[in-house]
């Protein structure tokens, strides 16, 4: 009964914008809060570093920016023109109101973010390459590599691939929700 040709978008369950943005930013704060302390013991007991990075597992803040960047790159894959902008705008909307902050800031930041990600992933367009590179980056794990990666300013290849792996999994999997959903988008009146 899954694939009902013609007739399948009427028994998807509807959303509006603002409650696709609602549940990504509750998703992804409770994802962020539950997987980086994961992530930050993965890199602490790691012996590809000479010494331990010591991250903390209460410091999820970048993690958290590198997260969203990543998944509002995909968001125009995945919607309608104009629908893309109104669901990221309202995105970024609950996440200043969630840091007390104003839209405009956590916008600006999120550009920033998403610039960095790109900048440190040339020539290479795999988003999951770009989250694992600023994970190194905004957190300065190049200092606990060996001198030869450290000198490159690189991540070690194994370490790398190790972290592809983990952060494939904070993906948003957008072909999955717009099967499950569709986004019913408001009318203006004149």
């Known amino acids: ?9 009427m028994t998807r369950r509807k959303l509006t914008e603002e409650q696709v943005a609602s549940l990504f930013v509750e998703t992804t704060f409770e994802t962020v809060e539950q997987g ?4 930050a013991s993965f890199l602490n007991e790691s012996n590809v570093f000479i010494e331990r990075p010591n991250l903390d597992h209460e410091d999820y803040g970048r993690f958290l920016m590198i997260i969203v960047s990543a998944n509002l790159q995909l968001i125009p894959k995945h919607f309608d023109s104009g629908v893309d902008r109104q669901i990221i705008q309202h995105i970024c909307s609950k996440f200043a109101l969630a840091f007390g902050i104003a839209p405009e800031t956590f916008t600006s930041k999120m550009k920033n973010y998403r610039s960095f990600l790109k900048q440190i ?36 290849p194994n370490i790398q691939r190790e972290l592809k792996v983990l952060m494939a999994h904070f993906l948003w999997d957008w072909n999955a929700f717009t099967e499950n959903y569709r986004v019913a988008t408001r009318k203006v009146r004149l």
């Open 1 to 9: 009964m899954k694939n009902l040709g013609l007739f399948s978008w």
């Open 36 to 39: 980086w302390p994961e992530i």
């Open 121 to 156: 992933n040339r020539p290479s367009k795999n988003l999951v390459t770009a989250m694992t590179r600023a994970i190194f980056y905004k957190y300065n794990l190049n200092q606990f590599q060996e001198p030869y990666f450290r000198d490159m300013n690189t991540p070690e």
